[in-house]
């Protein structure tokens, strides 16, 4: 099933879900954080090496601070960046709706001629389809789950598909 270009839907990135800072402030102390934590570690296995140490645990701590900061960079890249695949995401379109709640999770793409029915709550998506009813939670910021909700409530208008805020009872 082919999922529609980004260019004629509205892809809706659900980000870190912290609501104490900015996703781009969030994205950029990934980076800086990694950054700096590379560096570090780089510094502290060169330097352990040359000296010719006999403290192992002393390289192995390089490594693992090295491994943290590859976390961080990882972090910043693939799961807070809006453009990345693999970031956790709602895109909305006129032949369906694609769901991502997790790095790790695949996506799931649903064809409006399919959806009988969409269920709307706190932090969550509910579509019944031919298959039966799937709930998908997810964490995002506030103002961004309005606009998915809004989004997913106006393109449903259009189709004639029945929606229950679960939210309002």
Same mark, same amino acid.
């Given at each position: +099933?082919? *999922? ?12 870190? !879900?912290?609501?104490? %800072?900015?996703?781009? @402030?969030?994205?950029?102390? $990934? &980076?800086? #954080?990694?950054?700096? %934590? +590379?560096?570090?570690?780089? &510094?502290?296995? =060169? ?5 010719? *140490?006999?403290? $192992? ?18 972090? #910043? ?14 895109? =909305?379109?006129? @032949? ?6 997790? /790095?790790?999770? $695949?996506? /799931? ?5 399919? /959806? ?5 709550? &706190? ?7 031919? *298959? !039966?009813?799937?709930?998908?939670? &997810?964490? @995002? ?9 809004? #989004?997913?409530?106006? +393109? *449903?208008?259009?189709? !004639?598909?029945? /929606?229950? $805020?679960?939210?309002?009872?």
């Amino acid at each position: +099933m082919e *999922t529609p270009s980004i260019e004629q839907s509205q892809r809706f990135t659900l980000g870190s !879900g912290d609501i104490s %800072m900015s996703e781009k @402030t969030a994205i950029k102390l $990934n &980076y800086i #954080a990694g950054g700096l %934590m +590379m560096i570090s570690s780089l &510094y502290y296995i =060169i330097s352990f090496v040359l000296i010719d *140490t006999e403290f $192992n645990y002393k390289i192995i701590s390089g490594v693992l601070f090295f491994l943290s900061a590859c976390i961080f960079l990882f972090r #910043a890249h693939f799961e807070l960046s809006p453009s990345s695949r693999y970031a956790p995401h709602f895109l =909305i379109s006129d @032949t369906g709706i694609k769901i991502k709640t997790g /790095v790790f999770k $695949n996506s /799931v793409f649903f064809n409006w001629d399919d /959806v009988k029915k969409i269920e709307i709550g &706190y932090y969550l998506i509910g579509i019944k389809d031919k *298959t !039966g009813l799937e709930y998908f939670p &997810y964490k @995002t910021r506030k103002e961004t789950s309005i606009q998915i909700k809004s #989004a997913i409530e106006e +393109m *449903t208008t259009q189709k !004639g598909i029945e /929606v229950h $805020n679960l939210s309002r009872r």
